[in-house]
């Protein structure tokens, strides 16, 4: 059975940072993309970074480019979301996904074939 956990969510004031990880049961990460999404209240899913698709390089949405790092530890199967000088406007559920390499990613999340349950990050003062 596969399975996403996604963790290091939590509460931080604007300008600080977080690191999301996402840890996987059932499959590797190596074999993947891997995605991180959010949805915040009242908004619909927005893709934040993607590694591993058949893009190559990379995604970060321009919203967090320069301030978000997406990378992956093959060793512990998990991919972390390095996520610094976090503004209000960051505050969401997120969540990783993983989809098969052979397509580019999507960010509304479609061809996305597994999903974590989320972790609520928050930002504010």
């Known amino acids: 059975q596969v399975q996403l956990v996604e963790s290091g969510g939590g509460l931080v004031q604007p300008g600080g940072s977080l690191r999301l990880s996402c840890a996987a049961s059932?499959?590797?990460?190596?074999?993947?993309?891997i995605g991180w999404f959010r949805q915040a209240p009242g908004k619909e899913r927005e893709g934040v970074s993607c590694?591993?698709?058949?893009?190559?390089?990379?995604y970060y949405a321009d919203s967090v480019k320069g301030r978000f790092t997406i990378s992956r530890d093959n060793a512990k199967n998990t991919v972390y979301l390095q996520m610094n000088s976090l503004k209000p406007e960051d505050t969401a559920v997120y969540y990783c996904?993983?989809?098969?390499?052979?397509?580019?990613?999507?960010?509304?999340?479609?061809?996305?074939?597994?999903w974590g349950k989320g972790t609520l990050v928050t930002v504010s003062s």
């Open positions: 996904a993983a989809a098969m390499k052979t397509i580019p990613f999507d960010p509304r999340g479609y061809g996305m074939n597994y």
């Open positions: 590694i591993g698709s058949s893009d190559g390089s990379p």
């Open positions: 059932g499959l590797t990460l190596e074999d993947y993309a």
